[in-house]
T-cell receptor, first 116, second 109 residues
């Protein structure tokens, strides 16, 4: 089946610094990728929809200047958490839409971000 | 507005007992409904979708448009079914998926 990877799997950073998370579709091209945030014991909250070659569409309440999304190629989307604060600590999950498989979304393993 | 509601945070049943995880949705059109599962320390994966009308790992789910429900059922629970289950909705093929809050299914031996 289709595989989506995320890097890094875990990252710890200091307040005020920026962190970049990569999401890659390994064996298929994904024109659309999605970024989710998951708090402990809670559901996935959609942050933004990322389309290759265009600006991301952010969900209401998500700061686009804080969570920068770049989808420069058909296999890579990046999420940069800028000027991170402890409240940004969370589990970030990406998914990629596969057009070849009835538009099924394949999920990455997630990235655990801890801001100290 | 699109919304998915899973009323149970935790469901605990004995092995061999029937399982039903409830899901209700609100959407004005004809959405696609899904069930996703997340086993311990694993990534989220698709369990089944309503348009396939198939049974995966013994689970089935029927879309009831009148009741706007998409409950997940299995007649005989197995220990390996213990996981987090998310009901989800999307409005069209290439659009975003909205998740419910999830139900943790715990199967007791």
């Amino acid at each position: 089946g289709a595989v989506v990877s995320q890097h890094p799997s875990r990252v710890i950073c200091k307040s005020g610094t920026s962190v970049k998370i990569e999401c890659r579709s390994l064996d298929f091209q994904a024109t659309t990728m999605f970024w989710y945030r998951q708090f402990p014991k809670q559901s996935l909250m959609l942050m933004a929809t990322s389309n290759e070659g265009s600006k991301a569409t952010y969900e209401q309440g998500v700061e686009k200047d804080k969570f920068l999304i770049n989808h420069a190629s058909l296999t890579l989307s990046t999420l940069t958490v800028t000027s991170a604060h402890p409240e940004d600590s969370s589990f970030y999950i990406c998914s990629a839409l596969s057009g070849r498989s009835s538009y099924e979304q394949y999920f990455g393993p997630g990235t655990r971000l801890t801001v100290t | 507005a699109q919304r998915v509601t899973q009323p149970e945070k935790l469901l605990s049943v004995f092995k061999g007992a029937p399982v039903e995880l409830k899901c209700n949705y609100s959407y004005s059109g004809s959405p696609e409904l899904f069930w996703y599962v997340q086993y311990s320390r694993q990534r989220l994966q698709l369990l089944l979708r309503h348009i396939s009308r198939e049974s995966i790992k013994g689970f089935t789910a029927d879309l009831n448009k009148g009741e706007t429900s998409f409950h997940l059922k299995k007649p005989f629970a197995q220990e390996e079914d213990s996981a987090m289950y998310y009901c989800a909705l999307r409005s069209s093929s290439a659009s975003k998926i909205i998740f419910g809050s999830g139900t943790r299914l715990s199967i007791r031996p």
